[in-house]
């Protein structure tokens, strides 16, 4: 069925609102990641964009580990922390925002979806 010009842009502007809706969902989802601390003698913190925020390394791993081990556990700690942040990032993105991945949830937002209009009408 084609759609008048009237319709087209009212299903545009209806599929940007609602996009805009999801956008904002998914930030909101974003802000309440809460990693769990991979090690109790080292604690990273990223931000959103992956940069990293906070290194909190416990007083007393400066006795217990050696310089090489605590180098180690720092850089394993850098590392899972980033890779748990990024994959909770990827399956939140594709969640509210990836129409055509299959872990694209169309109720994340408690709305319907609303699709834009084909591109063809």
């Known amino acids: 069925m084609a759609l008048t010009d009237d319709q087209y842009v009212a299903q545009a502007e209806a599929a940007l609102a609602h996009m805009r809706s999801r956008n904002k969902a998914f930030l909101d989802a ?4 809460d990693l769990p601390a991979m090690h109790d003698a080292v604690r990273a913190r990223f931000d959103s964009n992956g ?3 906070d290194l909190d390394i416990a007083p007393e791993a400066l006795n217990v580990y050696t310089n090489v081990e605590l180098e180690e556990l720092i850089t394993d700690v850098l590392r899972e922390t980033r890779t ?3 994959n909770q990032m990827h399956s939140l993105f594709v969640k509210y925002l990836v129409p055509s991945d299959p872990q694209f949830d169309p109720d ?3 709305e319907p979806y609303v699709p834009p209009p084909p591109p063809d009408a």
């Open 108 to 110: 994340a937002t408690g």
């Open 51 to 53: 940069d990293l925020v």
């Open 84 to 86: 748990h942040l990024t």
């Open 30 to 33: 974003v802000d309440g990641i």
